[in-house]
């Protein structure tokens, strides 16, 4: 079970964080949850499908890594092996929780999970420089974390624009390997193209506005990642 710790200097002055990603890190996961800004960059290298979250039945987009679970096809012997690392990866072992105010209000804060394998004091990158001072590393971590939390709200945002004109639709991948075997996916979801293009000018219209005409073209463009994974 992760244990998070609000992050200060005082607590964790002397701690250092192992950035590279392997499976022995925790990095073997079969999909990530993308944010639509990112989209531009992901689609560049990994197919975006969505998924349902198992708790809430919330939908959200996800990067897909691997054909199968566990299984992480970018993770290579010198490290991760695409241009583009998901925010959801970079985070890791950070986390952002909640912290009751003076006024009452809930305000997020950095936590950090002190039972993950990067968390050491020997080896990686500082968090605090000597001064207690934030690092260069910890001030970049705290940017794409803000990201992350604005970017929940935009996935949620976007599910339910999708879900309200019926442009999921679960799917089932199936992809054959050149040694002959066969890889099918389950459980995932994708966008309905044609009932895309039959979308009226007011709908799509309202997709443009709220800026998700552009992410959907982006998770389309996606799919012919696929092939990238076969190989």
């Not at 309200?164 to 639709?169: A, D, K």
């Not at 309202?206 to 012919?224: G, P, T, W």
């Amino acid at each position: 079970m992760p244990d998070y710790r609000l992050l200060t200097s005082t607590e964790h002055l002397d701690h250092c964080v192992i950035a590279e990603k392997s499976y022995a890190m925790g990095d073997g996961m079969m999909h990530v949850m993308v944010f639509p800004p990112e989209f531009r960059a992901v689609q560049h290298h990994f197919p975006i499908f969505f998924a349902k979250d198992p708790e809430t039945g919330s939908f959200y987009p996800t990067a897909l890594l691997g054909l199968e679970q566990d299984e992480n096809l970018f993770l290579e012997s010198h490290g991760w092996g695409a241009n583009y690392l998901p925010m959801m990866m970079e985070r890791s072992p950070f986390f952002i929780s909640f912290q009751s105010s003076i006024e009452g209000e809930k305000r997020p804060v950095v936590s950090i999970d002190m039972d993950s394998a990067r968390v050491t004091k020997n080896k990686g990158i500082r968090l605090f420089q000597d001064s207690g001072e934030p690092s260069k590393y910890l001030q970049d971590v705290v940017k794409k974390l803000e990201a992350i939390h604005k970017g929940h709200q935009h996935n949620k945002d976007f599910a339910s624009a999708l879900l309200e004109l019926e442009l999921l639709e679960s799917c089932n991948v199936e992809v054959g390997l050149e040694d002959g075997s066969q890889r099918k996916l389950t459980g995932f979801y994708a966008l309905n193209e044609d009932k895309l293009h039959k979308l009226d000018g007011e709908s799509l219209s309202s997709l443009h506005s709220n800026n998700f005409l552009h992410s959907i073209y982006m998770c389309l463009a996606s799919y012919s990642r696929i092939s990238t994974l076969v190989e």
